[in-house]
């Protein structure tokens, strides 16, 4: 009999730790009942913070992965740590939830997902912005062929990350960080490519830091892509995280029958003169409190109760993950990079 009640474990006790405390205890049927930190006063903070009854604190992985009724793992730590912690997690048959990027290099990524799929268990990567209102829209438009197949995509973050964030301190150090995509643009890649409904076929990219270096990253936080997808559409993805200007998350689809700009549609489908506007929600915020994870855990829980796979599980995000890596190895090249 499929389970219907689940426990939840929550690895880290940062801000985004934070989030998913809250979203997963307001899911029916899911409780939090184990915290992991380095510090297992760290962990206990966390639960009374969010004033958790019944949840126990750990300081060591495995003896958090041994709770009684712990069912699914959510892996919130720096990104280095994910590897590691999904795979162990994998091995003592938990689902996993993993915050992105899921892995830093090819190695550790292809090590995750024999993991996974030998133990059998359903994961999710955290590209909680497919279920943004303005990103679902988009994605009914193109299969309802309301602007044609589309053959030029683009899409952009631009979320200046500085001292003000609390993940700045290590996110500014490349062996921790990544670079600019791997730590916060990977949001519009996937959404772009999701979208398109094609993998990319080869990328070239470029990759720069202001004179001053203000914020004092170790790798360029700004970076631009040019993407020829697999059925001959082409793109690009850019992304600041230095940049001082509110948060922007521009999209623009466009095919041989009308484009989408956002929450706006243009198709020769109607009579119109302008964009037709939609009143939902569109990515706005950098802030976690504000991303759509409701959505994205909600069916994350539904496709454990149904037995079916999420559309943004381990496996099905692994292309994002190798197109980044293309798009590194093409900044440190100078040459436009085949997609493995």
Known sequence: MTKTN?????????????????NFSAIEGCEIVAISSRSKD????????????NATPYADLQAFLNHPGLDIVVICTPHPNHPDEAIAAAESGK????????????TDLHRMHQAVESAGVTTSVCFEVRWIGSIRN?????????????????????????????????????EIGGDALLTAGCHALDALIWLMGSQVKEVASFGSTSAKNP??????????????????AIGNVSTSIECRQ???????????????????????EYEMDD???????VPDSGDVADHSYPGQLQHFVDCLRDGTRPINDLK???????????????????NVVQVV
Request: with cysteine.
């Open 6 to 22: 689940y426990g939840v474990g929550i690895i880290g006790t940062g801000w985004v730790a934070g989030a998913h405390i809250d």
């Open 42 to 53: 760290k962990a206990a903070a966390k639960i009374k913070a969010h004033s958790l009854t």
């Open 95 to 106: 689902h996993i939830v993993i915050e992105k990027p899921v892995a830093l290099n090819r």
């Open 138 to 174: 988009a994605k009914k438009f193109i299969e309802r062929d309301l602007i044609g197949q589309p053959f030029f995509g683009s899409c952009s973050y631009f979320h200046g990350i500085g001292p003000w964030y609390g993940q700045w301190a290590w996110n500014i150090q490349e």
């Open 215 to 232: 914020l004092k990253y170790e790798y360029d936080p700004n970076i631009a892509s040019i993407l020829r997808f697999e059925n001959g």
């Open 246 to 268: 509110p948060y922007e998350f521009p999209l623009l689809i466009q095919g041989p029958k009308g484009s989408i700009k956002n929450n706006q549609l243009s198709s020769l």
């Open 275 to 281: 964009w037709i506007t939609f009143p939902t929600s």
């Open 316 to 334: 099905a995000t692994l292309h994002v993950h190798e197109v980044m890596f293309a798009m590194a190895e093409s900044r440190e090249t100078g």
